[in-house]
């Protein structure tokens, strides 16, 4: 992706060069498909005040120029509005409308867009409260080869002695199976899914209140008001501490947030 935030901060003197034939006509042919400053800057290759400079220059040039941009939003664009987005907490339109040399309802019109077009399908969404039932074929095939892939992924890094002596008396399936059955029936279905769960799916997951060791889910809500940016984080965490294991999350969390649970437990207790 471009580095939008450095345009116009080139080592151009303070006197700009002025633009050569070729890329006057350059110039010319992205103002006659409304293209703005820093559109012409990007592709040109040029820095915003050399490319104004040249405008102030030539008032061919300076007369094709439009004031807002209008029509369908090109890639560039897109690209650049989503770096945008990506800088701040809240979306400040009328800022970025001014530079991207668009309306601010031209904005909210393509953010909106935007934000239909990340939503998932029906066909990709999961039931709020995943089955309880036996898995699939399909889903068993699914989540062994997945868990194998982590395995083997653990085996292969950097490890100690001892746990490269424990991990070698055992093949990678062989761990994948024991590790499998320790997870809930309802955890496994969504490992298995071909979409990730959403937030109201993993708070409908039952905890698991147990002092025995386990993984548990926290969903947390950023204080965030840009529809861009992910609307819920999870962290996940494990609980081995002796004497409390699962039920030692639950209820420092209760006493934190005011008796208010948000841990899920995402595996079954160890024995």
């Known amino acids: 992706m471009r580095d939008y935030s450095k345009q116009g901060r080139g080592k151009e003197p303070a006197k700009s ?23 012409i800057a990007l592709s040109i290759q040029r820095s915003k005040p050399a490319v104004r400079a040249a405008l102030e220059r030539d008032q061919d040039l300076t007369g094709q120029l439009t004031e ?7 890639d560039l664009e897109i690209e650049y509005l989503l770096e945008l987005l990506g800088r701040c907490r809240v979306p400040r339109r009328k800022e970025m409308a001014r ?5 601010a309802s ?6 909106n867009k935007m934000v239909a077009e990340r939503r998932p399908t029906e066909q990709q969404r999961l039931p ?21 892939d982590i395995v083997d992924g653990l085996i292969s890094m950097d490890k100690t002695e001892e746990w490269e002596h424990v991990l070698a008396e055992k093949p990678s399936a062989e761990w994948a199976a024991r590790i499998l ?10 490992l298995a899914a071909s979409a990730p769960p959403t937030a109201s799916t ?22 965030l008001n840009n529809p861009l940016q992910m609307e ?20 420092s969390i209760n006493v934190g947030r005011g008796g208010r649970t948000k841990y899920q437990g995402l595996s079954a207790p160890t024995a």
């Open 232 to 251: 819920d984080f999870v962290y996940v965490g494990s609980a081995t501490k002796f004497g409390s294991g699962l039920s030692g999350p639950k209820v």
């Open 68 to 74: 807002k941009k209008k029509g369908k939003w090109s």
């Open 202 to 223: 993993l708070k409908a997951l039952e905890w698991q209140d147990t002092s025995r060791m386990g993984v548990y889910a926290w969903v947390l809500k950023p204080k």
């Open 128 to 148: 709020l409260v995943p089955p309880d039932g036996d898995l699939s074929e399909r889903e068993q095939e699914v989540l062994e080869a997945r868990m194998k």
């Open 106 to 111: 031209s904005v909210g019109r393509q953010i």
């Open 99 to 103: 530079l991207l040399g668009r309306d």
């Open 181 to 190: 059955a320790l997870i809930p029936t309802p955890v496994k279905h969504i």
């Open 17 to 39: 060069r002025l633009l050569t034939a070729e890329e006057a006509e350059q110039t010319r042919a992205l103002l006659r498909q409304g293209c703005q400053v820093w559109e």
